[in-house]
């Protein structure tokens, strides 16, 4: 599990994420140097949503604007492998999967 500053470290590395949830479409992840962040995905009924993303000592959050895929919440950040993390809900949240170059 990733600290504060690792998660902020990783985004910063990472800043374009192709990620999904359980068998729902794929998405892509914006993460924006203003704590901004933008989803964009092609299979949804919104394709574009924007948002905010605050990263805490443990956790990084995100809280959508009018889009419920992902879901807004706070996510522990794993990485499972070399390459691949998971953004783990801290409250009933469903995972989001993602690989990354570390």
Not at 63 to 89: E, H, I, K, N
Request: proline share 6%; hydrophobic share 35%; glycine share 6%.
């Amino acid at each position: 599990m990733l600290s504060g500053a690792e998660i902020s470290a990783h985004f910063a590395r990472n800043p374009t994420l192709e990620a999904r949830q359980a068998h729902r479409p794929l998405f892509r992840l914006l993460m924006q140097p203003d704590n901004g962040v933008e989803r964009i995905c092609s299979g949804c009924r919104v394709s574009r949503a924007v948002g905010e993303m605050k990263i805490e000592a443990d956790r990084v959050c995100f809280r959508w604007t009018r889009v419920s895929y992902p879901g807004s919440g706070c996510y522990q950040l794993v990485q499972t492998a070399a390459d691949r993390f998971t953004l783990r809900g801290v409250d009933q949240e469903p995972s989001i999967e993602y690989s990354a170059n570390p």
